[in-house]
DNA sequence: CCGCATCCTTTTAGATACTG
DNA sequence: CAGTATCTAAAAGGATGCGG
């Protein structure tokens, strides 16, 4: 066990802080998830995510591909298209997810009952 | 391998979603890090994270103890005190993030790479 | 010592309309 | 089809002062 006068925790949760700034926000995963299946043009994934804006999903697209975790592949069709798809590093990261996924799935209800035996606790 | 017609990763993402959209913020899994190591007082966590504001640890253990992830105890000191220690839900969360914090050690520095990269070819 | 309330600034997201 | 631009609404965050 730890004690509380360890310092290496706090490094190791600074780096995971940064990891979760990227892909800890509301659609990254999303994308990442659906993209599992294989590359994907954009509006495939806009129609495939529903309720993502245009905006959005352009943003994100972008901050994933500028992190390394999408490849953008402008397909000189006619008319051309743009196909998205993980690159290695974004296929990488689908087995800690999947964890952390799975995490989730388990305990989503704990801790919404939490949250509701909270919430009523909080108006007496 | 998947196919693109496959909706069972829709489902899942929304769930890990809706999770890290409760853990996934800028201070919680800090706060989960340092409290890992055993229970700790409100100042000490506020001296142990350093940047983060009275406010925003106030706020962000408010919602880890909504979620059933900390509990919270006031000790009839003199002075008064509160502690704040992880639940068995908190607990059970460490593993997984632990998975993601090795990710993240391991692929910083490459999705730094590829974002270094990225700006340095935007600017041509 | 703990933390709530208020005010104010910054960041982020959604809607809408328009371009190569 | 795949975006960009602009505007506005909402949320997050910091500073400060008060109360239990």
């Known amino acids: 066990m730890n004690v509380i006068e360890n310092t290496h925790p706090t ?6 802080s940064q990891v979760l700034a990227r892909i800890g926000d509301k659609w990254s995963l999303l994308i990442v998830g659906r993209l ?11 129609r495939s995510i529903e309720d993502i804006s ?9 901050g994933l ?11 000189a069709d006619l008319p051309p298209h743009v196909e998205y798809e993980l690159t290695d590093l974004g296929r990488s990261l689908q087995a800690p997810v999947t964890v ?3 995490w989730a799935a388990n305990n989503l ?3 919404d009952a939490a949250r509701s035996s909270y919430d009523a606790a909080d108006e007496a």
Do not use: N
């Not at 599992?36 to 806009?46: H, I």
């Not at 591909?65 to 397909?75: C, I, K, M, N, S």
């Open 11 to 16: 490094e190791q949760c600074l780096k995971i």
């Open 36 to 46: 599992g299946g294989g590359p994907m043009r954009f509006g495939q994934l806009l």
């Open 54 to 62: 245009q905006r959005m999903l352009t943003r994100t697209l972008r």
């Open 65 to 75: 591909e500028r992190d390394g975790l999408v490849r953008r592949t402008v397909v």
């Open 100 to 102: 952390l996924s799975d």
């Open 109 to 111: 209800s704990a801790i």
